[in-house]
């Protein structure tokens, strides 16, 4: 059975710096997709970052960029030039490439952005 | 990006009442719905699967009696907690997908059942 883990349960940046979220998956697919989604206090879940596994070239939106190593099954997420508005929960999704579409989420960060 | 919205955000109630919470896809056609509960500081919990026309997939550990989920058209899926007591008290969750793309969620529902 597929797995997510996330074993950061929570990281601290200070403003305008890197940080790093690393999130591993164990499966025995080929093909999946992996995503990031961010939960801020409102509760909402938004898209923030998505990686299909057949691409090599890692993802990248904005100030977020991923590593994805496919051998490792490690799927780490970067946030550059942090801003106290990526505060929040972040959870780490993997879904295999066919089939119902679920996801199996990770267990989650907590994000604590200091100004 | 796409507009999943969910209705009610919060509702209170007594126990034995049931409640039905609403997802609507806004702006595509959503082949398939899912249905999440979030415990405090934890992750989402799927509880099932829904597809168009046809009956949800449930979870195991998932009451189907308990947990209606009707999914009538491509842009509208409810889930019905019936005969709610305080147990059921949670935040739920939908999202909406189709063919490759990801999950877009709604902003959930607080439930409280009194």
């Known amino acids: 059975a597929q797995t997510v883990t996330q074993s950061q349960p929570e990281m601290s940046v200070q403003e305008a710096e890197t940080v790093t979220l690393s999130c591993t998956y164990d499966t025995s697919e080929s093909d999946y997709y992996l995503f990031w989604y961010k939960q801020p206090p409102s509760r909402q879940m938004i898209l923030v970052i998505r990686q299909e596994a057949y691409k090599q070239q890692n993802a990248t939106e904005n100030r977020f960029s991923v590593n994805f190593q496919k051998a490792a099954k490690s799927f780490s997420l970067k946030i550059s030039d942090s801003q106290l508005g990526d505060a929040a929960m972040y959870f780490c999704a993997y879904r295999p490439g066919g089939g119902t579409y679920k996801y199996i989420f990770g267990t989650g960060t907590r994000l604590k952005v200091l100004a | 990006g796409a507009v999943v919205s969910q209705h009610p955000s919060w509702v209170i109630c007594k126990s034995g009442t049931s409640v039905k919470i609403e997802c609507r896809s806004l702006d595509f056609q959503a082949t398939t719905m899912f249905w999440y509960r979030q415990f405090p500081k934890q992750s989402l919990m799927l509880m099932a699967t829904?597809?168009?026309?046809?009956?949800?997939?449930?979870e195991q550990g998932v009451e189907k009696d308990k947990f209606l989920i009707n999914h009538a058209s491509l842009t509208l899926s409810t889930l019905t907690v019936t005969s709610a007591h305080p147990e059921d008290s949670s935040f739920y969750i939908c999202?909406?997908?189709?063919?490759?793309?990801?999950?877009?969620f709604g902003d959930g529902t607080r439930l409280s059942i009194l």
């Open positions: 829904s597809n168009e026309g046809s009956k949800a997939t449930y």
């Open positions: 999202s909406a997908s189709r063919a490759n793309q990801p999950q877009h």
